[in-house]
């Protein structure tokens, strides 16, 4: 007697199901390595932008502080030639007093002078109204032919710097008759 069954042989469609797997976690380890360098590549660029970050934030304050140091650099070495000037004047020995007074006045001229370029402006209010943001009234006084409220006299001039006012001027003002 024949044995008419017909059946595949055994192992076959097992072998071909586990070539098709075998493929599937090749091509998955493939793809698992890809993201993986991926990954180390994204997290090393990570990595060099902090520390990038890192370097720029000490440069910025290191800048900063050379900045806060030597801020004043520019106008203290504009004030030297005056300082100068000043120590010879109280070197020189035995002048009449036209000459010492020219040279204070030449000196404070060129104090004026550096403050302005520095952005410092003299308030004299002498003859204006009182502006009570700028000007500081110590005294009313009787002042004929002077509108109540204007400035007749400056005890002190006041300061401003760049807009900002840095010192009132100390005035006193007309008071009404």
Request: proline fraction near 5%; glycine fraction near 6%; charge should be negative.
């Amino acid at each position: 007697m024949q044995n008419n069954d017909s059946q595949a042989p055994s192992g076959a469609p097992d072998t071909n199901m586990q070539s098709e797997l075998d493929a599937e976690l090749e091509t998955l380890k493939l793809r698992m390595a890809e993201l993986e360098a991926s990954n180390t590549e994204l997290r090393d660029t990570v990595l060099r932008e902090k520390a990038e970050l890192e370097n720029q934030r000490r440069r910025l304050q290191r800048d900063l502080e050379q900045a806060r140091r030597f801020a004043n650099e520019k106008l203290l070495n504009e004030l030297l030639p005056i300082y100068d000037g000043l120590e010879r004047g109280l070197a020189v020995e035995g002048g009449d007093i036209a000459t010492v007074r020219e040279g204070i006045n030449l000196t404070l001229k060129e104090l004026l002078r550096i403050a302005q370029n520095n952005g410092l402006v003299q308030v004299d209010p002498l003859d204006q109204p009182l502006d009570p943001d700028r000007h500081h009234a110590v005294s009313m006084v009787e002042a004929p032919g002077k509108a109540p409220g204007t400035v007749v006299s400056v005890l002190q001039k006041g300061y401003v710097l760049n807009d900002r006012l840095l010192r009132p001027a100390l005035v006193a003002v007309a008071k009404d008759d």
